[in-house]
């Protein structure tokens, strides 16, 4: 088969990371309009102007169980993938987040002589420190989002550069005065079909006991709309598709399922809590293995409880009702945006987009 000689090719496996690609694509594109990008990757990488190859929707998995489950499946994407990149030929392959395949398919580029660039590498620091070896080994250029993870990686050899982090191009223009409704709750049940599948019954029973209150679900177009049909009965419930920001940022409070998003409302100034909640034999798995003091990125990045975390059978509707109370004294109010304030001074101003995309031109 005759090869394609592409210059990038671009993999992610779930929402963020094609929202990531996505700006990327467009920072590359601007830069020198005639690059040849190809992506595993989804619709928003398509719209700056890639040419998606595999809907990621088609092979993100998370999880232990889940992964396990699904472990057949995945080899033969794997095997896919690598026929793809052999096929595409391509001057550098960028490899976003998504560690279980990533790491994978970084091994086999680095092997058959391919540029290899991680861009969000794995959270080797909070548990299986053996793939920060394999980043140092299998890849050429590693680009970190967080401040505190560079030092880890330099430990293992590791070629990596804090190119700062993308909500602070992304949040910036959403931060607004604090006017927000008094009643109005954003709750963020997650962006995954597993995510949703815990959250949304649980929002669903805090949301009938505090009937007083209106309350905003934040969902994504990457989810079956079904999954949110019950919550979206209840009268003081609105469900909202892709527009997480703007309802974050008119909310006075948020409940988080834990991830990027959980950084994304402390960049905003909004009081909030994370949550998450997975399957039993998961969650066991995941606490032999994983050495965090915490699960939020925002209280990581600052290394102290900055908010509340209620996880797995700490996630109930009583811990919430509590929270919510606990949120809205002005002294606690008053405490968090000083803490929020520290986050921002930590992440910096870089544009990390932009930043990896010079990093990239010039490796070409």
């Known amino acids: 088969m005759a ?13 963020s990371g094609d929202n990531h690609g996505s700006f990327l ?3 590359l594109l601007k830069k020198k309009p005639s690059l040849k990008i190809h992506c595993w990757g989804g619709e928003k990488m398509k719209e700056a102007g890639a040419e998606i190859l595999e809907n990621y929707k088609s092979y993100s998995v998370m999880g232990f169980l889940e992964v396990l489950q699904k472990l057949r499946f995945l080899v033969k994407k794997i095997n896919k993938c690598k026929g ?8 550098i392959i960028l490899l976003i987040d998504f560690p279980g395949f990533n790491l994978r398919i970084a091994k086999f ?21 053996n793939r920060a070896k394999t980043l140092s080994r299998y890849t050429d250029m590693v680009y970190s989002i967080l401040p505190f993870e560079v030092r880890f990686f330099k430990k293992y050899n590791c070629k990596i550069e804090y190119v700062g982090n993308p909500i602070y191009k992304q949040v910036s223009d959403h931060i607004k005065n604090n006017n927000s409704s008094q009643k109005t709750i954003s709750l963020l049940p997650g962006s995954r079909e597993s995510e949703i599948k815990y959250s949304i019954p649980i929002f669903k029973m805090l949301c009938k006991k505090l009937n007083n209150y209106n309350f905003i679900v934040c969902a994504v177009n990457n989810i079956n709309k079904e999954s949110y049909r019950n919550i979206k009965e209840l009268e ?8 997480t920001l703007n309802i974050v940022s008119s909310s006075y409070l948020s409940i988080v399922m834990s991830g990027t998003a959980s950084l994304e409302v402390a960049y905003l100034n909004i009081p909030h809590m994370v949550v998450y909640k997975t399957s039993k034999l998961s969650y066991l798995i995941a606490k032999l293995l994983v050495n965090i003091k915490y699960f939020s990125l925002t209280n990581l990045i600052l290394n102290k409880r900055v908010v509340n975390e209620f996880i797995q059978d700490d996630f109930n509707v009583k811990n919430l009702i509590y929270e919510i109370k606990r ?13 929020y304030s520290k986050i921002k001074e930590s992440i910096g101003l870089k ?3 932009k930043e990896v995309a010079e990093f990239l031109i010039k490796s070409l």
């Open 351 to 353: 544009n990390s987009s």
């Open 25 to 27: 694509v467009r920072e």
């Open 109 to 129: 580029s680095k092997m058959n002589g391919f540029n290899v660039h991680y861009y969000i590498p794995p959270k080797a620091w909070a548990w299986n420190k």
């Open 3 to 15: 090869k394609i000689n592409s210059d990038i090719f671009i993999i992610c496996g779930e929402k």
């Open 236 to 243: 003081n419930v609105e469900v909202i598709f892709e527009d």
């Open 327 to 339: 949120l809205s004294k002005s002294d606690v109010i008053l405490e968090l945006k000083k803490d």
């Open 84 to 91: 793809q990149i052999i096929e595409l030929n391509p001057k």
